[in-house]
């Protein structure tokens, strides 16, 4: 299958640059795929399409202020981007310069504090931070938080509140779940007053959610990797959830690829039960994939050729969605993190 396959034309002017005046003011799309049907709708009627004993699943995780600016001590400026924090001292990082740092090369960031490159990984940099701060400390207090590449103005007071969601607990990820920004505490109170249940999982989002595929033949991509963290009460109200005959609802598409990772079939794993607990995962879900947890999906729109936009695809069949991107677009909905949303109900083949 081609990376071409997965790209569409999108004018500058449907990227959403702002959030919406309020976060349960987006539109909704929603896609029957098993009848290929299209319904416009509004966000704020998502109960309207939710049944009691339903099971709706998030990603609590929080964004870090990631972004920092400096200089190396031999001169020239540096913009760094941490990946993923290791530990209280430790961190993974991009690191945009005129040269790339050798190991060893030490880092003033934010005129505050000193990094020293202890080792390269690919196209990450490993950061011993110089501070007996730690590094989620540090970064609260020096750092910027990290909008993505195609909103275009730097972060403002507005940012910090609305690129997180209401939910949000675990610090670690560089980019927001953005399928759950569009909830506030009064949705979710709505939809525990209908019978709805809600649970939670944890995965850590990398910078890699916003690069493009760039290999032609989509089997050769080397996927980015994310930690996540699934509780043994979340495990146990999706089996409860499926006992009932109720339906798995994954809000976005971390949610989804955490729900999945954790019923993968590995050494660990021989019968592909949904298995508690954490680590990595750089599961890659692409047209003819079977999903094992997940009945339905709320999520936002995704970028051409992105791995995001092939997961959507085999979650309701590449011609649905193309036809809903196509629609989407006709009718100016708003696109990408701070865009609208859309409900897919499971194509029966996946």
């Known amino acids: 299958m081609r990376t071409e396959d997965f790209n569409f034309y999108l004018p500058d002017a449907l990227i959403a640059q702002h959030p919406t005046a309020e976060r349960t003011a987006s539109r909704m799309l929603h896609l029957n795929s098993s009848k290929g049907e299209l319904a416009d709708n509004m966000f704020i009627n998502l109960p309207e399409h939710l049944q009691a004993g339903d099971l709706l699943v998030f990603n609590d995780t929080r964004v870090i202020k990631a972004r920092l600016f400096g200089v190396k001590h031999?001169?020239?400026?540096?913009?760094?981007?941490?990946?993923?924090?290791?530990?209280?001292?430790?961190?993974?990082?991009?690191?945009?310069?005129?040269?790339?740092?050798?190991?060893?090369?030490?880092l003033t960031l934010s005129n505050a504090f000193d990094v020293e490159v202890t080792a390269r990984h690919d196209d990450l940099f490993e950061l011993l931070f110089l501070s007996e701060t730690s590094v989620l400390d540090l970064l609260e207090q020096h750092g910027a938080l990290p909008l993505p590449p195609y909103i275009t103005h730097s972060?403002?007071?507005?940012?910090?509140?609305?690129?997180?969601?209401?939910?949000?607990?675990?610090?670690?990820?560089?980019?927001?779940?953005?399928?759950?920004?569009?909830?506030?505490d009064a949705m979710l109170d709505t939809l525990k007053q209908k019978g709805i249940n809600i649970a939670y999982v944890t995965l850590h989002v990398g910078a890699g959610t916003f690069q493009p595929v760039r290999v032609d033949n989509i089997n050769e991509h080397k996927m980015h990797s994310e930690l996540y963290s699934i509780s043994q009460a979340t495990?146990?109200?999706?089996?409860?959830?499926?006992?009932?005959?109720?339906?798995?609802?994954?809000?976005?598409?971390?949610?989804?690829?955490?729900?999945?990772?954790?019923?993968?079939?590995?050494?660990?794993?021989?019968?592909?039960?949904?298995?508690?607990?954490n680590g990595d995962t750089d599961i890659f879900i692409t047209p003819g994939y079977q999903f094992k947890v997940v009945d339905r999906l709320?999520?936002?729109?995704?970028?051409?050729?992105?791995?995001?936009?092939?997961?959507?695809?085999?979650?309701?069949?590449?011609?649905?969605?193309?036809?809903?991107?196509?629609?989407?677009?006709?009718?100016?909905?708003?696109?990408?993190?701070?865009g609208d949303a859309m409900l897919i109900e499971k194509h029966p083949a996946a």
């Open 298 to 338: 709320f999520t936002n729109f995704h970028l051409p050729k992105s791995t995001l936009l092939m997961l959507v695809s085999a979650f309701a069949g590449m011609d649905n969605i193309k036809k809903a991107y196509e629609h989407a677009i006709n009718e100016h909905y708003r696109f990408f993190s701070y």
């Open 155 to 184: 972060a403002t007071s507005d940012d910090e509140e609305r690129y997180q969601t209401v939910f949000s607990k675990h610090l670690g990820a560089v980019a927001a779940p953005t399928a759950g920004l569009h909830f506030n």
């Open 235 to 277: 495990i146990d109200m999706i089996n409860a959830t499926k006992t009932n005959g109720a339906k798995v609802t994954a809000i976005g598409t971390t949610a989804l690829r955490a729900l999945e990772s954790a019923a993968r079939v590995t050494e660990f794993n021989t019968n592909g039960n949904l298995q508690a607990g």
């Open 74 to 106: 031999t001169g020239g400026s540096v913009e760094v981007m941490i990946e993923r924090v290791i530990n209280q001292h430790t961190a993974y990082a991009q690191i945009r310069a005129s040269r790339a740092p050798k190991v060893g090369t030490r």
